[in-house]
């Protein structure tokens, strides 16, 4: 699609990056659906080859929880390298995390690189500074502005810009906690951690200690009670308990009163 397109128009003009695309990139969702094994197949030769330093999603999408079992790990910790994506890009991400790789959740072509001339200047400059710099600690300031998503992808009139744009006035939000504290990053998709939960790619319990749980809500939009249903799990698990910290991403189209909700039931859990 065009959307897909502008994307690596995108990676190529303001990152000058060199792009190769993987055989199920242009696949069709059927396809794709019907042989999760393509999917894994990429990924498992795109850390092979020497010629490429880095992997980018080109999207989120659907049940890649299917495809875990056909990577190849000993290839995949073999030859470590820059892996990018969010939404269902949790299930690989997490895991791989877990076996100990640093993995980036982030932007993917279509949603997050393809928008990237319609988003505030502070987007490319983090992108640049987390990707092409290696100063620690990091100060990862508040945006100025947010928005809920992007304009219809089949509408090129539009393509690549985003829906309404609001105000950050607040900032970060802080719902308890006052002493600074810190850990190692691992999270994604609150929803998608849900497909991994119980399985051989879900962590053990002595995973947790130095950990800081970030999270996020799908496009699903799941209602506060759901994300609480699922946050409760961590809890009976011994999880938040072990955590130095806890990280909730602003929900995608919630009302004022919902993310208020929202807010009561972490802290009802946490």
Known sequence: PDNYELGL??????????IVEMPTARMSPDELYKNPKLRAEDINRAFADDSIDGIITSIG???????????????????????????????????????GMITFYGPSVMAGFAQLKHLPFQYIEHIKSILFTDHFP?????????????????????????????????????LQGKEMTQGRLWGGCIS???????????????????????????????????????????GIQGILGKLKGVVF??????????????NRIILSII
């Open 138 to 174: 990091y100060n990862y300031t508040p945006y100025a502005k947010w928005t809920n998503g992007y304009k219809e992808w089949s509408n090129k009139d539009t393509l690549g810009e985003c829906t309404e744009f609001f105000n950050n006035e607040n900032g970060w939000t802080f």
């Open 61 to 99: 999408g659907y049940e890649s929880v299917r495809i875990l079992k056909y990577l190849d790990i000993d290839i995949i910790k073999k030859n470590p390298k820059l892996i990018m994506g969010f939404s269902d890009a949790t299930t690989f991400l997490s895991y791989l995390n877990y076996l």
């Open 192 to 234: 998608v951690l849900e497909c991994i939960k119980s399985t051989d790619y879900w962590p053990d319990k002595n995973f947790w200690h130095d950990k800081v749980l970030f999270l996020e809500t799908s496009e699903e939009k799941p209602l506060p009670n759901r994300v609480g249903y699922m946050l409760r799990n961590y």
């Open 9 to 18: 128009e995108n990676l190529k003009e303001i990152f000058s990056f060199e």
């Open 249 to 262: 991403g602003r929900a995608k189209d919630y009302s004022l009163k919902e993310k208020e909700e929202l």
